[in-house]
């Protein structure tokens, strides 16, 4: 059972979705009726950092400590990245409670209503809003680990399409050396996963935009490496020379050929 302080302060509403580590709720804060996604995680699923606050050091949970590091409270609604609003840490499970942009959906809901691919133009919008997300995320020492159409949100606007990634179950800390166990989609897991059993923070992230990439100008035929390093994947040729070229550079094949994050950003197709 949800605290008393929770109660009195949230109300929660209808399932949202359901994954591998907990299921979200929609709801609202009552002071303010403020739209929020409560996302109930078991304990048996909780990974904690250890972490020293105020002189005192706690084991917190990995996804709380990674949405406070890239997407304070303070931030709400000012970042590509969903606020982590406040977090409940109980017997049998944690509950983080997130801000929720409205109206939004994610974008394999809105790739599915768009019935084809997206064009160029809108690809374009989405993919320079993800690339400066993925390197705030990057600069902040997080590695997402799971970027993908469910994971991101497109809220609509006064001012145009908005995206918001979510869901930092998947995450860690960055660091410089390889990671050997894959944690996330493994259909999207880097070619050097696949052939070394090793990978790296940034050219994964690069990994998963360009797959990302791929899905939206391709109309969302699931992107599965193994399937791309047997060549069965085919790019969409009536995309432009740019568009192809950006392609090519984030699903290089050897990590050390594939662009950066940075690159991305100054990239001809996105300037």
């Known amino acids: 059972m ?18 591998g ?6 709801g609202f804060r009552k002071a303010d009726n403020l739209p929020v996604a409560i996302k109930h995680v078991p304990q048996v699923r909780v990974e904690r950092q250890p972490t ?24 709400l609604g000012r970042t590509a990245i969903v606020s982590l609003l406040d977090w409940y840490d109980l017997e049998q499970e944690i509950l983080l ?11 394999l809901k809105y790739l599915k209503n768009n ?12 993919m320079k809003q993800l690339v400066e997300a993925a390197i705030q995320i990057q600069s902040k020492g997080v590695f997402h ?19 918001r990634i979510i869901d930092f179950g998947c995450g860690c800390i960055s660091r410089m050396k390889p990671f050997h166990i894959f944690v996330g989609t ?13 990978y790296k923070a940034g050219p994964t992230t690069v990994w998963q935009l360009g797959v990302l990439l791929y899905e939206i100008t391709d109309g969302y035929r699931q992107f599965k490496t193994t ?9 969409n040729k009536k995309l432009s020379k740019d568009c192809l070229d950006l392609l090519n550079r984030c699903l290089a094949v050897n990590p050390r050929n594939r662009i950066t994050l940075e690159q991305m950003l100054l990239h001809p197709w996105l300037t």
């Open 2 to 19: 949800p605290p008393a302080d929770f109660e009195a302060k949230y109300l929660q509403l209808k399932k949202l979705g359901q994954g």
């Open 115 to 126: 019935k084809g691919p997206l064009t160029e133009y809108t690809a374009k919008i989405i």
């Open 186 to 198: 493994s259909a999207y897991a880097p070619p050097e996963f696949h052939m070394y059993g090793t």
């Open 97 to 107: 409670i997130m801000e929720r942009p409205v109206p939004a959906m994610d974008l």
């Open 21 to 26: 580590f907990g299921s979200v709720y929609a």
């Open 227 to 235: 399937r791309f390093l047997c060549k069965l994947i085919k790019f």
């Open 52 to 75: 020293v606050l105020n002189g005192v050091k706690y084991l917190v949970p990995t996804e709380v400590l990674l949405l406070l590091k890239v997407a304070e409270p303070e931030l």
């Open 145 to 163: 680990r799971d970027i993908k159409t469910e994971n991101v949100l497109i809220q609509t606007t006064s001012d145009g399409l908005r995206v």
